[in-house]
């Protein structure tokens, strides 16, 4: 058994787990779900209990991170209490903390801001406080054999003996919660039908599930989905979380003391280390930095070098470069593999793969002289920004390295082929999310060329260079795309039903549940073209969306379908939506409840607020800071 598992057991866990097995076992059961209590019957027996812990729990529990790149950690070994937030109320994530409902609860942070790890910290507080038995899955290795199936195959890997009938039992039994990790890591083709997935389990069985996913994503805009949103750390939490850090022997025992000391009066290297992976980097990297970052873009443009050459500035470091290719080359060769391995949409490799796109990227970066195998060992073993997980398996450090390096490898390339690789990334970022990261990175890092190519084709393709010619028909154009295919989806026919202010949310949740199944669905209006303005919060920003939600899910229009005579539309009893499945009977036109509440003045202000800052952002920003470069040209060099 390995020293982490050890640990776990070590600390309680395994007894834990069997209490809470007893626990649910001790409940009163009805006739309709005792083939689901059978499973936990076989969850107590010593073997399986024991799998349980081994197999499934301590995979959750162990994490390899870039300060203990040669070894796994344990989970309390380096977590520091997060905190969420939803409805402007702030929760710690810390010991004993417990989110216990039937509801489906999305935690959304961006990239390397601690969700993964704030899930795992719900599984160990689920096994130590809870009363369902939690289970953990990375959705984008379930994705397509499905959640319910994903499930079925851990039981039987743990030696239980379930079929579907007997799974279905347990999950009608409220014994379960799900923690379904990385939504936004999941293939765009399959998003749509692993989200449909989500709310049928929920939706039949009341099944508890909590999962994670970056801002923007689809289920991030799901009715019905409780969203809680991850904090930005604060001064307190990176002195904490560099404490943590400076158990490590990879650091000369002074760095914490000059840290330390630089954040008193350093707010922008405060404002930079906005996440728990960047103030991880930044320590790592600090003794071998030349000058302090003044922005999260500063300092991914140093990471490789920085990492790539500090074991000659470290006295006990022990593994030597394979490869003999100077410094710039194998940073071109790194970028070249992030673009290819990113458009191919593929985050982890095997050892097969990662030659094979190592071959590949030396190929592109014209280098001849260096073996894939050697700098593909100085990717993994030297810079720690690609890492082995588990047998047979390599996985980017975080996303944001592929996506960011990604982008220098576009800027690195000639004009010509700059064209071509910018019109594939704008084709991208037209249909799916894969990209959009990188083309805000390749916005901020190449600013002229990103936006002559692919920011002001989409200001044409949307009219928003034209937008002061005339502003309201514009306007009322994004309104129309907006408003006009929302409906509020009926089980049956509304009822006259009074709803006092008292009353809401309690009334709001049963008149979902028997009237209402769904609102939507909502048009993503100028979804690419917002990952260049002030709108950008992920890969799938969408202000105009953002607003109608915020508008249409207000209890006056809950509240005035009950109060008021709408048309009620009844579709085709043959009618079916994209998924295939068959459609509600009833419908009331969004547009309709938002003409009688007279609020599309309202509506309309709003979008002329988002119009105008994408205007300013995304066209005249840009078209004035080129205009002033040209003159300067021609004013100093005569160009």
């Given at each position: 058994m390995?020293?982490?598992?050890?640990?776990?057991?070590?600390?309680?866990?395994?007894?834990?787990?069997?209490?809470?097995?007893?626990?649910?076992?001790?409940?009163?059961?009805?006739?309709e779900?005792?083939?689901?209590?059978?499973?936990?019957?076989?969850?107590?027996?010593?073997?399986v209990?024991?799998?349980?812990?081994?197999?499934?729990?301590?995979?959750?529990?162990?994490?390899?991170?870039?300060?203990?790149?040669?070894?796994?950690?344990?989970?309390?070994?380096?977590?520091?209490?997060l905190?969420?937030?939803?409805?402007?109320?702030?929760?710690?994530?810390?010991?004993?903390?417990?989110?216990?409902?039937?509801?489906?609860?999305?935690?959304?942070?961006?990239?390397?801001?601690?969700?993964s790890?704030?899930?795992?910290?719900i599984?160990?507080?689920a096994?130590?406080?809870?009363?369902?038995?939690?289970?953990?899955?990375?959705?984008?290795?379930?994705?397509?054999?499905?959640?319910?199936?994903?499930?079925?195959?851990?039981?039987?890997?743990?030696?239980?003996h379930?079929?579907?009938?007997?799974?279905?039992?347990?999950?009608?039994?409220?014994?379960?919660?799900?923690?379904l990790?990385?939504?936004?890591?999941?293939?765009?083709?399959?998003?749509?039908?692993?989200?449909?997935?989500?709310n049928c389990?929920?939706?039949?069985?009341?099944?508890?599930?909590?999962?994670?996913?970056?801002?923007?994503?689809?289920?991030?805009?799901?009715s019905?989905?409780?969203?809680?949103?991850?904090?930005?750390?604060?001064?307190?939490?990176?002195?904490?979380?560099?404490?943590?850090?400076?158990?490590?022997?990879?650091?000369?025992?002074?760095?914490?003391?000059?840290?330390?000391q630089?954040?008193?009066g350093?707010?922008?290297?405060?404002?930079?280390?906005?996440?728990?992976?960047?103030?991880?980097?930044?320590?790592?990297?600090?003794p071998?930095?030349?000058?302090?970052?003044?922005?999260?873009?500063?300092?991914?443009?140093?990471?490789?070098?920085?990492l790539?050459?500090?074991?000659?500035?470290?006295?006990?470091?022990?593994?030597?470069?394979?490869?003999?290719?100077?410094?710039?080359e194998?940073?071109?060769?790194?970028?070249?593999?992030?673009?290819?391995?990113l458009?191919?949409?593929?985050?982890?490799?095997?050892?097969?793969?990662?030659?094979?796109?190592?071959?590949?990227s030396?190929?592109?970066?014209?280098v001849?002289?260096?073996?894939?195998?050697?700098?593909?060992?100085?990717?993994?073993?030297?810079?720690?920004?690609?890492?082995?997980?588990?047998?047979?398996?390599?996985?980017?450090?975080?996303?944001?390295?592929q996506?960011?390096?990604a982008?220098?490898?576009?800027?690195?390339?000639?004009?010509?082929?700059?064209?071509?690789?910018?019109?594939?990334?704008?084709?991208?970022?037209?249909?799916?999310?894969?990209m959009?990261?990188?083309?805000?990175?390749?916005?901020?890092?190449?600013?002229?060329?990103?936006?002559?190519?692919?920011?002001?084709?989409?200001?044409?393709?949307?009219?928003?260079?034209?937008?002061?010619?005339?502003?309201?028909?514009?306007?009322?154009?994004?309104y129309?795309?907006?408003?006009?295919?929302?409906?509020f989806?009926?089980?049956?026919?509304?009822?006259?039903?009074f709803?006092?202010?008292?009353?809401?949310?309690?009334?709001?949740?049963?008149?979902?549940?028997?009237?209402?199944?769904?609102?939507g669905?909502?048009?993503?209006?100028?979804?690419?073209?917002?990952?260049?303005?002030?709108?950008?919060?992920?890969?799938?920003?969408?202000?105009y969306?953002?607003?109608?939600?915020?508008?249409?899910?207000?209890?006056?229009?809950?509240?005035?379908?009950f109060?008021?005579?709408?048309?009620?539309h009844?579709n085709?009893?043959?009618?079916?939506?994209?998924?295939?499945?068959?459609?509600?009977?009833?419908y009331?036109?969004?547009?309709?409840?938002?003409?009688?509440?007279?609020?599309k003045?309202?509506?309309?202000?709003?979008?002329?607020?988002?119009?105008?800052?994408?205007?300013?952002?995304?066209?005249?920003?840009?078209?004035?800071?080129?205009?002033?470069?040209?003159?300067?040209?021609?004013?100093?060099?005569?160009?």
């Amino acid at each position: 058994m390995d020293p982490i598992t050890n640990e776990i057991l070590k600390i309680g866990i395994g007894e834990t787990a069997k209490l809470i097995f007893n626990k649910i076992l001790s409940k009163n059961w009805i006739d309709e779900y005792k083939n689901g209590r059978s499973i936990v019957e076989q969850l107590t027996s010593l073997d399986v209990h024991s799998d349980y812990i081994v197999k499934h729990v301590s995979r959750a529990m162990k994490m390899r991170t870039i300060h203990s790149s040669e070894n796994d950690v344990m989970l309390s070994d380096i977590y520091h209490p997060l905190t969420i937030s939803h409805e402007k109320k702030e929760i710690k994530v810390g010991d004993d903390f417990l989110l216990s409902d039937n509801n489906i609860t999305n935690i959304i942070g961006f990239a390397g801001q601690g969700k993964s790890t704030i899930l795992r910290k719900i599984l160990l507080e689920a096994i130590k406080n809870g009363d369902k038995i939690p289970f953990f899955m990375e959705l984008r290795k379930v994705e397509k054999l499905g959640i319910e199936h994903s499930l079925l195959k851990i039981l039987n890997e743990l030696g239980v003996h379930a079929n579907e009938e007997n799974l279905a039992s347990l999950l009608k039994s409220d014994n379960v919660v799900l923690l379904l990790d990385g939504f936004d890591e999941v293939s765009s083709e399959m998003r749509e039908s692993v989200l449909e997935e989500m709310n049928c389990l929920n939706r039949n069985y009341s099944v508890q599930i909590i999962s994670t996913s970056r801002d923007g994503t689809e289920i991030c805009n799901e009715s019905g989905v409780v969203n809680y949103k991850v904090n930005r750390i604060k001064r307190s939490d990176i002195i904490a979380i560099l404490r943590k850090l400076s158990q490590s022997n990879e650091v000369e025992q002074d760095t914490l003391a000059q840290i330390f000391q630089m954040l008193k009066g350093n707010n922008t290297l405060v404002e930079t280390m906005n996440s728990p992976l960047l103030v991880t980097l930044f320590y790592i990297c600090y003794p071998h930095l030349d000058s302090i970052p003044n922005s999260a873009i500063e300092f991914y443009s140093k990471l490789f070098t920085t990492l790539y050459f500090r074991h000659d500035k470290i006295k006990n470091y022990k593994r030597e470069r394979k490869s003999n290719i100077p410094p710039s080359e194998a940073f071109e060769a790194f970028c070249a593999l992030c673009f290819k391995s990113l458009y191919d949409n593929r985050q982890d490799f095997t050892h097969h793969s990662i030659l094979e796109y190592t071959k590949q990227s030396l190929k592109l970066c014209g280098v001849e002289n260096c073996q894939p195998q050697d700098m593909a060992y100085d990717f993994i073993d030297i810079t720690c920004l690609i890492q082995k997980d588990g047998y047979d398996r390599y996985v980017f450090l975080h996303k944001s390295i592929q996506e960011y390096h990604a982008a220098e490898y576009v800027k690195s390339l000639s004009l010509d082929k700059k064209k071509s690789f910018m019109r594939a990334i704008l084709n991208s970022i037209k249909v799916e999310s894969k990209m959009s990261a990188t083309a805000r990175y390749l916005y901020e890092i190449d600013k002229e060329n990103a936006f002559n190519l692919l920011c002001a084709p989409l200001c044409e393709e949307y009219k928003i260079d034209k937008y002061e010619e005339d502003k309201e028909a514009v306007l009322e154009e994004i309104y129309n795309k907006l408003t006009s295919q929302v409906k509020f989806s009926l089980h049956k026919k509304p009822e006259k039903i009074f709803i006092g202010d008292d009353e809401v949310k309690d009334k709001r949740m049963e008149i979902f549940g028997e009237y209402i199944s769904s609102i939507g669905p909502f048009e993503d209006v100028m979804k690419p073209l917002s990952i260049f303005t002030r709108y950008y919060n992920g890969d799938r920003s969408t202000p105009y969306n953002d607003t109608l939600i915020r508008e249409i899910i207000d209890n006056r229009y809950i509240n005035d379908i009950f109060r008021e005579n709408y048309t009620v539309h009844q579709n085709d009893d043959s009618a079916v939506d994209k998924h295939g499945n068959k459609t509600e009977p009833y419908y009331i036109l969004a547009s309709d409840v938002i003409d009688k509440l007279g609020r599309k003045e309202i509506i309309l202000n709003k979008i002329r607020e988002i119009t105008e800052n994408i205007y300013i952002d995304a066209f005249m920003n840009n078209k004035s800071l080129i205009g002033r470069k040209d003159d300067a040209l021609k004013e100093i060099l005569g160009f």
